[in-house]
């Protein structure tokens, strides 16, 4: 079956790494691994996130614009289903509903988010648009708890609710021999003592709330000073400069820049904990990632976070903003090893059971044969 793709938050290959993009990634990924013919349907991005009426409109206009050329380029070979990822407020989709009721296909969402506090505030017209996209869904598919009880009072029910968990492909494992190589070999490059526990931060740097969690992080840190570590950090963005001053001049810290594929995978291999306070996080890709690759973790407490990281089993959790348990979660971890290594082999088994792409393409096998969309043979 043919997939129009769309995702107006952020296209599939915008330059710029974020979980936002990944999460995109591996939705697309696993439809074309069920067989269907899957296309990228529009790089039209409808994001504005400064509250700004005018920009919006003309967003809307342009996004109504794309719709409409979109319908007459595709009028003799439309899609059998239009597939859109992560719409909000700030991201509504202008493309999908129309097209998809115009060619009387099916229109599946994947992570609606719904705010009725927005209602009446600076983005209430992508909130209308984003209200009435979710209402026409036939199928919405939810990875994040935290948003499933606002879409079901919008869609007054649970017809077309689905839900699931984030996912990716799960990598194959380094032997612990090529691990411990490529550890000596990263220490020598970047001066770092083998000796001591290794921990690491993935996380874009933009202002908001991950500029606030990597605030918290530099006050766990100052809090549990006297330990011996390291931490490495992987990211870059716009507020590198006001981020990297939180954490001074500590010669413990590396900051890499922005990572991604290999690099990121070397970093979660050799890595003995991942730790990020995830202020207001809906999930957070990287936590995911991290613990694919057999890290415990240390993160803060909410809904989406929760949904991947087991209090007690394969990481802990602390309240949102507290630093001081923060740091003495860290600690504790920092001070068990073999705490810290069953974590990490709980949490690869974890990802492996609920978070891995085959376990996602058999949900989203079900719900595209209740609409009709069969696999192919």
Same mark, same amino acid.
């Given at each position: 079956?043919?997939?129009?793709?769309?995702?107006?938050?952020?296209?599939?290959?915008?330059?710029?790494?974020?979980?936002?993009?990944?999460?995109?990634?591996?939705?697309?990924?696993?439809?074309?691994?069920?067989?269907?013919?899957?296309?990228?349907?529009?790089?039209?991005?409808?994001?504005? =996130?400064?509250?700004?009426?005018?920009?919006?409109?003309?967003?809307?206009?342009? =996004?109504?614009?794309?719709?409409?050329?979109?319908?007459?380029?595709?009028?003799?070979?439309?899609?059998?289903?239009?597939?859109?990822?992560?719409?909000?407020?700030?991201?509504?989709?202008?493309?999908?509903?129309?097209?998809?009721?115009?060619?009387?296909?099916?229109?599946?969402?994947?992570?609606?988010?719904?705010?009725?506090?927005?209602?009446?505030?600076?983005?209430?017209?992508?909130?209308?648009?984003?209200?009435?996209?979710?209402?026409?869904?036939?199928?919405?598919?939810?990875?994040?708890?935290?948003?499933?009880?606002?879409?079901?009072?919008?869609?007054?029910?649970?017809?077309?609710?689905?839900?699931?968990?984030?996912?990716?492909?799960?990598?194959?494992?380094?032997?612990?021999?090529?691990?411990?190589?490529?550890?000596?070999?990263?220490?020598?490059?970047?001066?770092?003592?083998?000796?001591?526990?290794?921990?690491?931060?993935?996380?874009?740097?933009?202002?908001?709330?991950?500029?606030?969690?990597?605030?918290?992080?530099?006050?766990?840190?100052?809090?549990?000073?006297?330990?011996?570590?390291?931490?490495?950090?992987?990211?870059?963005?716009?507020?590198?400069?006001?981020?990297?001053?939180?954490? =001074?001049?500590?010669?413990? @810290?590396?900051?890499?820049?922005?990572?991604?594929?290999?690099?990121?995978?070397?970093?979660?291999? @050799?890595?003995?904990?991942?730790?990020?306070?995830? @202020?207001?996080?809906?999930?957070?890709?990287?936590?995911?990632?991290?613990?694919?690759?057999?890290?415990?973790?240390?993160?803060?407490?909410?809904?989406?976070?929760?949904?991947?990281?087991?209090?007690?089993?394969?990481?802990?959790?602390?309240?949102?903003?507290?630093?001081?348990?923060?740091?003495?979660?860290?600690? =504790?971890?920092?001070?068990?090893?073999?705490?810290?290594?069953?974590?990490?082999?709980?949490?690869?088994?974890?990802?492996?059971?609920?978070?891995?792409?085959?376990?996602?393409?058999?949900?989203?096998?079900? @719900?595209?044969?209740?609409?009709?969309?069969?696999?192919?043979?």
């Amino acid at each position: 079956m043919r997939i129009a793709f769309y995702a107006p938050m952020k296209p599939t290959d915008d330059p710029v790494p974020s979980g936002d993009r990944r999460m995109a990634r591996a939705f697309f990924e696993a439809l074309e691994g069920l067989g269907h013919e899957v296309t990228l349907a529009s790089r039209f991005r409808s994001y504005e =996130g400064h509250g700004d009426l005018k920009t919006q409109i003309r967003l809307r206009d342009e =996004g109504q614009s794309s719709a409409d050329a979109w319908l007459d380029n595709h009028a003799a070979t439309p899609p059998d289903l239009w597939f859109t990822y992560h719409l909000y407020h700030k991201a509504p989709d202008w493309l999908g509903p129309a097209i998809s009721r115009r060619f009387g296909i099916p229109y599946v969402v994947a992570e609606a988010s719904h705010a009725p506090k927005q209602a009446l505030g600076p983005w209430k017209l992508g909130y209308q648009a984003a209200a009435a996209a979710i209402r026409q869904a036939n199928a919405i598919i939810s990875i994040n708890p935290k948003d499933e009880p606002c879409l079901r009072a919008l869609r007054a029910g649970t017809a077309g609710m689905h839900s699931i968990a984030p996912f990716l492909s799960v990598p194959d494992r380094p032997t612990e021999a090529d691990r411990a190589a490529t550890r000596k070999a990263f220490a020598a490059e970047h001066g770092l003592d083998n000796d001591v526990p290794w921990m690491l931060t993935v996380a874009m740097m933009r202002e908001g709330d991950k500029s606030d969690s990597y605030a918290r992080l530099a006050d766990a840190l100052r809090i549990m000073a006297i330990r011996p570590w390291h931490l490495l950090i992987a990211g870059d963005g716009e507020a590198r400069n006001r981020i990297q001053a939180h954490f =001074g001049n500590d010669t413990r @810290i590396r900051f890499l820049g922005r990572c991604g594929g290999l690099a990121l995978s070397r970093l979660y291999s @050799i890595s003995d904990l991942f730790v990020w306070p995830a @202020i207001r996080e809906g999930f957070g890709m990287a936590l995911l990632e991290a613990q694919a690759g057999g890290l415990a973790a240390v993160a803060g407490h909410t809904p989406g976070v929760a949904s991947i990281v087991e209090h007690g089993s394969t990481g802990i959790l602390t309240p949102p903003g507290d630093a001081d348990a923060f740091a003495t979660a860290v600690d =504790g971890l920092l001070k068990a090893p073999a705490r810290r290594l069953a974590y990490g082999a709980a949490a690869r088994i974890k990802v492996e059971k609920f978070h891995s792409t085959a376990s996602a393409q058999r949900r989203l096998n079900t @719900i595209l044969q209740n609409l009709g969309i069969h696999r192919a043979a």
